[in-house]
């Protein structure tokens, strides 16, 4: 157990449709990283937050967007979903401490089926 | 920006052979860590091994250990006396030091390699 918690396991909706996927990092971790598992596109990180401000931002899709709320907890939002958002969603949290290293750990995923 | 490629898409072994996967990658960066992490059928992300590139030697984690050659940008696996449960997707991945305040340090991530352990 990496000590990083995602609601829910599993997904399933319909083209058009809207989701909202949750994240609570382990204790005392600042960051959250969002990555997408897909077949075609493989492991990428999407967005990462730090203490409640977008930090970075990857290969995420207009129709994408995230936050991370004072608890630290962090929400991903797909909307307009389309089958080729299909995937399985990690969050990973890390303490972000500047100067070293930062393991990140992931959460056991979301997996989103889009039908 | 950083690529990693992993051109073994399979591989597959018999109980307690020797197996070592393949990992390239491309940075401009100097400092920077890289990883293998295991993602066996229940798909949790497992990290294996972890090297620093400012460090010549070479990380040992057990039965795993790692070959890096920083001039080449090669960082192997090499998994000993395979068991049945190291079955599993396996993923290289890159990711930057953190020189900066609360740097962002994604992970980078190659395509990954699907090694079977045959019993």
């Known amino acids: 157990d990496s000590g990083v918690t995602q609601t829910p396991k599993h997904l399933i909706t319909a083209t058009g449709q809207r989701v909202t996927l949750r994240c609570s990092p382990r204790?005392?971790?600042?960051?959250v990283y969002w990555y997408q598992q897909s077949l075609d596109q493989g492991l990428q990180f999407l967005i990462q937050y730090y203490n409640g401000e977008e930090r970075a931002k990857g290969n995420i899709l207009e129709r994408f967007s995230a936050q991370q709320f004072p608890d630290l907890h962090s929400e991903l939002n797909l909307s307009s979903l389309e089958l080729g958002d299909s995937a399985l969603y990690f969050c990973a949290s890390s303490a972000d401490v500047a100067g070293g290293y930062n393991e990140q750990f992931f959460g056991p995923g979301t997996r989103l089926t889009v039908l | 920006a950083q690529t990693v490629t992993q051109s073994q898409p399979e591989m597959s072994v018999q109980e307690a052979e020797t197996v070592t996967l393949s990992c390239t990658y491309d940075t401009s960066e100097n400092n920077y860590y890289l990883f293998w992490y295991k993602q066996p059928p229940s798909r949790q992300m497992i990290l294996v091994i972890r090297?620093?590139?400012?460090?010549?030697q070479n990380a040992t984690e057990n039965r795993f250990s790692v070959n890096f050659q920083k001039a080449a940008k090669s960082f192997s696996l090499k998994i000993s006396d395979s068991q049945l449960g190291d079955t599993a997707m396996y993923f290289c991945?890159?990711?930057?030091?953190?020189?900066?305040?609360?740097?962002?340090?994604?992970?980078?991530f190659g395509q990954g390699t699907r090694l079977t352990i045959n019993p």
């Open positions: 204790s005392g971790d600042l960051s």
């Open positions: 991945a890159f990711m930057k030091h953190a020189r900066i305040i609360q740097g962002a340090q994604k992970l980078v």
């Open positions: 090297q620093e590139a400012y460090k010549q």
